[in-house]
């Protein structure tokens, strides 16, 4: 173990550098033993080394937090996982009442409720922020009927969140901290910023054209935004909580958490994805993919220049957790890196991007266009080269912010893969090795893109 221990900071060393981050952290759970390896600093500002104890905003990763304790819930017969959120939620209004009458609560939790992905409002920071939240949903316009197909939502987990609060009768962090955090000693996970500017945490960075990092000054999202993205935790606080997936349902004092078989039942799949590289299905949150024949459950996480990743394999007794506080793409390729690191190195598993095919003009100028969903626009375009693809938030978006947002990523290489489906992969930028697929109509006008597994929608100029 010495050795691994050796062998695993020496290439986070390695890589940190060449993608020229401030601050990494990286745990390995192997052979009944916890290894970490650490570099870098906090905040180029204000430095301090990064250790496992420290704290980086994990983004989406805090969505198996909320997944979690719903599923307690449902073990304690207080929620039903088919049930219709509206037995939980009865304010729930959209602009589709169908949509708003059918939605479950699985479809929340495998991305099926045909919820964008997010809505661009900040209900402040009471503990109203959630309810506030769920009445602005009212100006959302469904994608796609409930149970018709998968499309990542932020906003369902929010809603997810305020299931938890109504059943609960507490505020989304009480109930989280008290039925999760708690009886499993996450001492060094949260949501509350009082509760991290108490202890070392990190700040997320941007890195200009010149490689030099810059501190991102907004340092989490809304509180309306924690069940989908808000919470702050330590790479040895992800291992015990990837130990705790992997386990009984116990914390490990002994205390019942939660029954083997609902964790078991999370990693089950309830809806195939199609041309992901997330996974290839969803369980009940969790992004289903096999690496070379071998299962594994995992969750990734960005935010404002932090960026989180947690990858179990259930079969082998192994996770792996790596954060990262630089964007708007090294961190993405640090955290994908150490990923395949320790899967090749610990458990021999090698993962393979798809080879795309050659460039071919015509299908490449039939999917040139902009798309767009309500926060987010992906513009593909055909240069001398082959295809590029570039993701930006919406300029009014950004004009409309009263805090710094999130780089843009620049115009990537983008190559269609073998096969009839409109697949296609990200082969440059902080977005290699990323996959997604085209959608058409009935009359095979290509009208949508997935990336990230979220669906963006054509422009109507561009179809």
């Known amino acids: 173990m010495a050795q691994s221990q050796e062998s695993l900071a020496a290439f986070v060393e390695a890589t940190a550098e060449e993608y020229g981050l401030p601050g990494v952290a990286v745990g390995v759970w192997a052979g009944g033993k916890e290894i970490y390896a650490c570099h870098g600093v906090t905040s180029v500002d204000n430095p301090l080394p990064v250790d496992e104890r420290t704290l980086f905003v994990l983004g989406s990763v805090s969505k198996t937090f909320t997944a979690t304790v719903l599923m307690r819930l449902v073990a304690e017969g207080r929620v039903e996982l088919d049930a219709p959120v509206r037995r939980y939620v009865p304010e729930l209004v959209l602009p589709d009442e169908r949509a708003a009458a059918g939605i479950t609560v699985l479809n929340l939790l495998n991305h099926t409720a045909g919820l964008d992905w997010r ?7 009471g503990d109203d922020a959630l309810a506030a939240y769920v009445a602005r949903m009212s100006e ?3 994608i796609a009927a409930p149970g ?11 809603l997810a969140g305020r299931i938890i609060e109504k059943v609960t009768g507490l505020t989304y962090e009480q109930a989280v901290s008290s039925l999760l955090f708690e009886p ?6 949260s949501f509350a910023v009082n509760e991290v500017m108490t202890r070392r945490f990190a700040v997320g960075h941007t890195v200009g054209e010149d490689g030099t990092p810059t501190v991102a000054r907004k340092w989490k999202d809304t509180r309306a935004n924690n069940p989908g993205g808000g919470g702050a935790s330590s790479v040895a606080d992800l291992l ?12 490990q004092d002994g205390t019942p958490v939660l029954p083997a078989e609902a964790l078991r039942r999370m990693r089950q799949q309830t809806v195939e994805l199609h041309g992901s590289t997330l996974g290839d299905a969803f369980g009940i949150c969790w992004f289903l993919r096999d690496v070379d024949g071998v299962r594994t459950v995992g969750h990734g ?3 404002n220049g932090q960026f989180a990743e947690l990858l179990i394999v259930p079969e ?18 640090f955290n994908r890196a150490a990923l395949r690191w320790a899967l090749e190195h610990h458990l021999g598993l090698v993962e393979r991007d798809p080879e795309p095919l050659p460039f071919d003009e015509a299908r490449a100028q039939e999917a040139a266009g902009t798309y767009e969903n309500d926060v987010m626009a992906l513009t593909i375009a055909v240069d001398d080269a082959g295809l590029t693809i ?24 983008l190559g269609l893969l073998p096969g009839d489906g409109d697949e296609y992969i990200v082969t440059s930028g902080g977005l290699t090795g990323q996959r997604g697929f085209f959608t058409r109509d009935d009359a095979g006008t290509i009208t949508g893109a997935d990336l990230a597994g979220r669906l963006f929608t054509r422009t109507p100029a561009d179809r």
Request: proline fraction near 7%.
């Open 140 to 142: 959302s316009q469904p």
């Open 184 to 189: 499993l000693g996450l001492s060094h996970t």
């Open 301 to 303: 996480g960005s935010t």
């Open 390 to 413: 570039a993701c930006a938030i919406k300029p009014e978006i950004r004009a409309a912010a009263d805090t710094e947002l999130p780089a843009d990523l620049p115009p990537a290489a």
């Open 119 to 125: 809505m661009n409002v900040d209900t402040g920071e």
């Open 316 to 333: 082998r007794d192994f996770a792996v957790a790596a954060l990262s506080n630089a964007g708007p793409d090294g961190g993405l390729a």
């Open 148 to 158: 018709t197909r998968a499309s990542y939502s932020q906003m369902a987990f929010n």
């Open 240 to 251: 015990r909580w990837a130990r705790f997936h992997l386990g009984d349902g116990r914390a």
